[in-house]
């Protein structure tokens, strides 16, 4: 593999690096992109085989036209419809139709439905209401978890919003944030931030064990935030405090450290959002970066997209990033109020359509 080599971050900051990562490939039976044309945005740029292409951008009813008024009114809502306003993460089901995107600042997880075209927040019951939804997955049975840093609580819905357990009062959660599944091993990864640990669930709420303590050594963390599982079972973590991402085994224990606090390549200054691809290549959010990296499963540098600013693949404050079974990345971009989505270029496999 080659990695490009440029004077200084502000370089880096500014230019798409190429690596030949491992190519890219699209579910066939999720839902296709369906927006304005960009033209073909992918990273590295040519010469160099592309690994990495955008598909299009999302931030509210306005991407898919205006609601009745009367329905509008009904929710509580502009006639133009719901808008983000500041997301932080982001997941989708496995079909692609349904996006889901927690939003601190609506204390809601806004929920666009590419079917109905219609953009909506998750109706819950009182017992399940949101205060700072932080994160939200789904589990193989469409079941809806979400981690409210607020209530101290990760929360389970039915499809239709029905609360049907509570978690992390017994456990005593201190700031429950990021959340990864594992169904093959039932479980329920949940960051508790400000307690320096991950704890573990089973899918049905019974406490497990739990991973970490505060430190900066191998095994131990730091302000934990976004977790994620590689088709291995390891865990992924962001390490915010340390600056760095950590990976563990399923049995808890630590495999590799990727990172450090700087500017070179494969540092970091505001780590975020973790995923991983088909590949097990590892994705890192870096909000202050404005860009996500991504290494291989050995933790070397693959590649970076992204920068500062407005434009389509470039990010404003980032926060979370979600990577389903057919490669698709969804990308939090806060301050811009939108979610990016982009596809992962799988090597030997046919590439999507644009």
């Not at 009904?74 to 982001?90: C, F, M, N, R, T």
């Not at 406490?207 to 730091?222: A, K």
């Amino acid at each position: 593999m080659k990695l490009y080599r440029l004077n200084g971050f502000r370089n880096l900051m500014l230019a798409c690096l190429g690596v030949a990562l491992l190519g890219l490939f699209g579910c066939a039976t999720e839902k296709p992109i369906e927006k304005k044309e960009y033209g073909d945005i992918v990273w590295p740029s040519p010469p160099d085989t592309p690994r990495i292409r955008f598909l299009a951008e999302y931030s509210g009813q306005s991407d898919f036209g205006s609601k009745s008024s009367f329905k509008a009114s009904l929710l509580g809502e502009e006639s133009g419809g719901l808008q983000l306003d500041k997301p932080y993460a982001a997941t989708a089901s496995a079909d692609g139709n349904l996006i889901y995107v927690t939003d601190t600042k609506l204390h809601a997880v806004v929920v666009f439905d590419f079917k109905e075209k219609e953009v909506r927040a998750l109706q819950t019951d009182a017992s399940g209401g949101l205060v700072t939804p932080m994160d939200v997955k789904l589990d193989k049975r469409g079941r809806i978890f979400v981690a409210d840093a607020t209530r101290q609580e990760v929360l389970v819905y039915s499809p239709e919003g029905k609360t049907l357990l509570t978690l992390g009062k017994k456990e005593e959660l201190g700031r429950p944030t990021g959340l990864a599944i594992d169904d093959g091993r039932n479980r329920l990864y949940v960051a508790d931030t400000i307690k320096h640990r991950i704890v573990v669930y089973n899918l049905e709420g019974k406490y497990l064990f739990s991973i970490g303590e505060r430190g900066d050594d191998p095994s131990q963390l730091n302000y934990p935030t976004s977790l994620a599982v590689d088709t291995k079972g390891n865990l992924l973590v962001s390490d915010s405090g340390n600056f760095r991402a950590q990976v563990f085994n399923a049995d808890g224990k630590p495999v590799r450290t990727i990172g450090q606090l700087g500017d070179s390549y494969g540092s970091f200054s505001r780590p975020k959002g973790i995923a991983s691809d088909s590949d097990n290549n590892i994705y890192v959010v870096d909000g202050a970066f404005s860009n996500f990296q991504i290494f291989d499963s050995e933790g070397k540098l693959l590649l970076f997209v992204g920068t500062m600013g407005k434009e389509p693949g470039m990010f404003w404050l980032p926060t979370g990033i979600y990577i389903n079974r057919g490669d698709r990345i969804y990308v939090v971009d806060s301050l811009n109020a939108r979610i990016q989505i982009f596809q992962y270029l799988k090597e030997g496999r046919t590439p999507i359509e644009k």
